[in-house]
């Protein structure tokens, strides 16, 4: 069965390459939200198997997203990964802390992000 | 008259100036020993007027560094903004109450850069004493000496409070702009990325040159922001190491894989001999700073040279050593390789393909762990990168 994934960025841009390796090099199929409320709403409607998530965004940030997600019972249980260009320590740990499952750094290399989140959410090949 | 006193604006003057309870300063001091001197008296003081109390900041007599304002002369001279003398505070009854071994008083308003009177000059004696014109002339002079001191240290204290703004304003610039650079990059990388790798379709081979070139310049400019980001949090000291106990030789192992790439591009062999050293160090860091020296080394090698890592403990601590054979660098330069975009030959920096932090970073890394970074070199012959790294904090990994 093929995996489903829900990638939250602000970023068109950030949003087609994520998509595009997602598909392309994992093998995935990729839905994905502009915003965090959008991301919430399109993981309610149709939960993925696992969520990319994006920290700095207006509005709704990451962490807000996350919690969203979480106080929901429909999607609490979906794991959900920080793709990030903020590198404080501090911040990931907190994020981790908060039941975040991993934090990734941007600028990532397309070619491997796919082997990473398997990794991650302890997708087999 | 106590109105002025208690002044909001003028206590607020005195709280900025910052100074009560400083501990005795050379430049105060000159003044009131000068005073002492022309007047001839045993005590001279220069004070600072605050919301409740008198505070001594210099005194030429020694006593208390913080008297009661009830019965100090100098709060009049404050709350009247105007001199005293008191020749003789037996001889006068507002004095009643006064402090006991005092008997001759004169002093003189001192006055902060905007005009609010913040404390005295004055000059005091244990017996009674006629102030003459001349007295008084001289007080006045002394207290504009006064006053240029007390508004060089406001100057200073505004000067520091400035820098802690704008150091303050260069961290969020950075944290801001790295966040700019990195969204548009992670497009950039993940484009060119994907296109190299021909997933979305093939390329000819002129396309897949210059896909490679953008990418490899697109990973370029992603390294240098990661390492100016690093090296502004390491010298700013916001970074805490975490310090863990390590092998040495893994650590050196780590730094070498991953400057092995480029060592097998260049045709440079990298040998290492590591002793069996247990160090307290911040190992993720520590290993980077470490491919800094071996890039940085691999890079000054021409092809078939030999790059030496050297590791042991000494007396002094952990030494490492990274020594390449290449050119060398002129002795006069050698400081200059550690600062910030600077490289031995600045002339074929294109061929070097380094960021132009690797050495700055790795001194900060060793430096935050108490240790030094030097380099000893000879034009010709090449380049020794030494790290001393404290011992103590190997001990301790062994004890914890």
Redesign the interface.
């Known amino acids: 069965m093929t995996r489903r994934l829900l990638v939250v960025d602000d970023?068109p841009?950030?949003r087609?390459?994520?998509r595009?390796?997602l598909e392309?090099?994992g093998g995935w199929q990729v839905l994905d939200a502009d915003g965090g409320l959008a991301g919430v709403d399109a993981a309610r409607c149709s939960p993925p198997d696992a969520v990319v998530l994006d920290v700095?965004m207006p509005g709704t940030d990451g962490p807000a997203t996350f919690r969203l997600l979480q106080s929901d019972a429909r999607t609490a249980d979906i794991p959900v990964v920080m793709l990030t260009?903020?590198?404080d320590?501090a911040d990931r740990e907190a994020w981790l802390a908060m039941g975040v499952r991993a934090v990734l750094a941007?600028?990532?290399?397309?070619?491997l992000l796919p082997a990473q989140l398997r990794e991650v959410l302890g997708w087999p090949e | 008259v106590t109105g002025l006193l208690d002044d909001p604006v003028r206590l607020r003057a005195v709280d900025d100036l910052d100074l009560a309870g400083r501990p005795d300063e050379d430049r105060f001091d000159r003044v009131t020993r000068s005073l002492a001197r022309v007047l001839d008296v045993p005590f001279g003081l220069l004070t600072l007027v605050t919301g409740d109390a008198v505070a001594v900041l210099s005194t030429t007599g020694g006593g208390p560094r913080r008297l009661e304002r009830r019965t100090a002369f100098c709060t009049v001279v404050v709350a009247s903004q105007d001199a005293l003398l008191v020749p003789d505070t037996a001889a006068d009854d507002r004095w009643t109450h006064g402090p006991g071994d005092w008997r001759a008083y004169a002093g003189v308003p001192l006055r902060e850069p905007c005009g609010q009177v913040v404390g005295t000059l004055c000059g005091l004696d244990v017996r009674p004493r006629a102030w003459s014109a001349t007295d008084l002339a001289a007080l006045h002079d002394l207290s504009r000496w006064a006053e240029a001191e007390l508004a060089r240290g406001d100057a200073e204290r505004r000067r520091t409070l400035g820098e802690l703004a704008v150091a303050r304003m260069k961290d969020e610039l950075i944290s801001v702009v790295?966040?700019e650079l990195?969204?548009?990059?992670?497009?950039?990388?993940?484009?060119l990325?994907?296109m190299s790798?021909e997933?979305?379709g093939a390329l000819p081979a002129p396309g897949r040159e210059l896909a490679r070139i953008a990418l490899e310049n697109?990973d370029r400019l992603?390294r240098l922001v990661?390492e100016i980001?690093d090296l502004e949090r390491l010298t700013a000291g916001q970074v805490?190491l975490e310090r863990r106990p390590h092998l040495l030789g893994d650590l050196v192992r780590d730094a070498v894989a991953c400057v092995a790439d480029q060592a097998r591009q260049a045709g440079v062999e990298v040998r290492c001999s590591v002793g069996d050293v247990t160090t307290w160090l911040d190992g993720a860091r520590v290993t980077h700073a470490l491919e800094h020296l071996l890039a940085n080394a691999v890079r000054a090698s021409c092809p078939g040279d030999v790059v030496d890592v050297r590791g042991r403990s000494t007396a002094d601590g952990v030494l490492l050593e990274v020594e390449d054979r290449g050119c060398g660098i002129d002795p006069a330069d050698l400081e200059r390789v550690f600062g910030s975009f600077t490289r031995g030959d600045s002339s074929d920096t294109r061929a070097h393909g380094g960021t132009g932090l690797g050495l700055a970073l790795a001194r900060s890394v060793v430096e935050a762990h108490g240790g030094r970074l030097t380099a000893t070199s000879a034009v010709g012959r090449g380049t020794t990168l030494t790290v001393l790294l404290p011992q103590r904090a190997a001990t301790r990994a062994v004890v914890a």
Do not use: I, N, W
Not at chain 1, 106 to 111: A, E, L
């Open positions: 970023e841009d950030v087609a390459v994520v595009l390796s392309h090099v700095m260009a903020r590198v320590r941007k600028p990532f290399d397309p070619m | 790295s966040h990195r969204t548009p990059l992670t497009s950039l990388k993940g484009a990325g994907l790798a997933v979305v697109a992603a990661d980001c805490v």
